[in-house]
């Protein structure tokens, strides 16, 4: 009998980036942790042709999406579906709400939405929130999000874990999307894993901490 085909564990994900702009860089807690890990997830998502929502918060006042991320933007090319300013706090604006990937829960399934930016207790909250309350699945990437005050952030997590969304890591969600070692992309993936493996220890290290 012939084994099974591998498929991905996740059948609609997506990657939001939230808000990591250059004026947050003095006054964000660890901001160098979150675009690391934002960095390895941009990485993933292009290895496995997920799609990306990107927004900045009055951009004309507090910058564009921060240097370090804009290469692997411009690699993700095509999969970044919106790349949109705003002055509402959450991501889940009606351009991104009316997107297939999002309007049709009911055709394509849910959604499996990682999030990661800033701040954990307003931008962050909001869209995950807004994501709940449409029927998407949520996984809140606890070492890709900060606040100016550290403190926010583990009562914004708690808050959200007691919502409905899953508050894990980057590498975690990565792996449960493949969910399966034979897919084509998993050898490209050990790669990126490989790569950003520094990187990875020093996010955890640095936003969480005694909490790992």
């Known amino acids: 009998m012939a084994a099974p085909t591998p ?14 702009q250059e ?9 160098e942790k979150v675009i690391l890990t934002s960095r390895k997830l941009l990485r993933a998502a292009t ?3 997920i799609p990306i ?7 004309a006042r507090l910058g564009d999406t921060v240097a370090e991320l804009q290469p692997a933007l411009s690699a993700a090319g095509p999969l ?3 790349d949109l300013d705003k ?3 959450s991501m889940y604006l009606p351009a991104i709400a009316s997107h297939p990937q999002f309007a049709s829960p009911s055709t394509t399934g849910p959604a499996e939405v990682a999030i990661v930016g800033i701040e954990s207790h307003i931008c962050v909250t909001q869209t995950a929130l807004d994501l709940l309350a449409a029927g998407h699945k949520v996984y809140v990437l606890a070492d890709g999000v900060s606040s100016a005050n550290r403190e ?4 914004a997590l708690d808050r959200l874990r007691a919502a409905g969304a899953v508050v894990t890591t980057s590498e975690s969600w990565i792996y449960e999307c493949m969910g399966d070692a ?7 993936m050990v790669g990126v894993m490989k790569d950003t493996m520094r990187d990875t220890k020093a996010a955890l290290q640095g936003l969480l901490g005694s909490k790992i």
């Open 23 to 31: 004026k947050f860089r003095t006054t964000i807690f660890e901001l």
């Open 7 to 20: 498929q991905r564990r996740f059948k609609n994900p997506a990657v939001f980036i939230c808000d990591i």
């Open 80 to 82: 970044v579906q919106a």
């Open 53 to 59: 929502f990107v927004t900045t918060q009055n951009r």
């Open 152 to 155: 926010e952030v583990g009562i």
């Open 87 to 89: 002055t509402y706090f």
């Open 182 to 188: 034979g897919i084509p992309e998993f050898r490209g």
């Open 47 to 49: 290895a496995l042709q």
